[in-house]
């Protein structure tokens, strides 16, 4: 994610403008794929950054999860099913942070919010 992030960001409008032609023929109105391009980019850089130091690694894993889900209908909807695989297979990844995101020891959540025992 971070990766996704980082590389789109200096060229956001390039990218929106591509995600926005590649879905010209689909039933969603240019504008909000063009806008969703964007929120697609700062999100990945998002969620790069915070499970790279494992901060809120749950909510993090669970939006990655549900920007997924919004990519995997997407490419549906523009049948690319060329890409399903690799979008689903980083799906079943941020499906398996979420479930196990409390066993991180070195994560910045294990040292910031856990429990003191009394």
Not at 71 to 82: D, H, T, W
């Amino acid at each position: 994610m971070l990766g996704h992030g980082l590389v789109r960001l200096p060229k956001l409008p390039a990218f929106a403008s591509h995600v926005s032609t590649t879905f010209a023929e689909s039933i969603l109105p240019q504008s909000l794929v063009y806008g969703y391009a964007y929120v697609i980019a700062l999100t990945e850089l998002i969620i790069g950054i915070l499970l790279v130091l494992g901060l809120f690694t749950k909510q993090a894993s669970l939006i990655g999860a549900i920007l997924m889900i919004s990519l995997i209908f997407g490419s549906c909807l523009i049948e690319n099913f060329g890409v399903l695989t690799s979008q689903m297979v980083h799906g079943a990844i941020f499906a398996l942070l979420l479930q196990f995101a409390h066993h991180d020891v070195y994560a910045l959540d294990q040292r910031l919010f856990r429990k003191k025992s009394s």
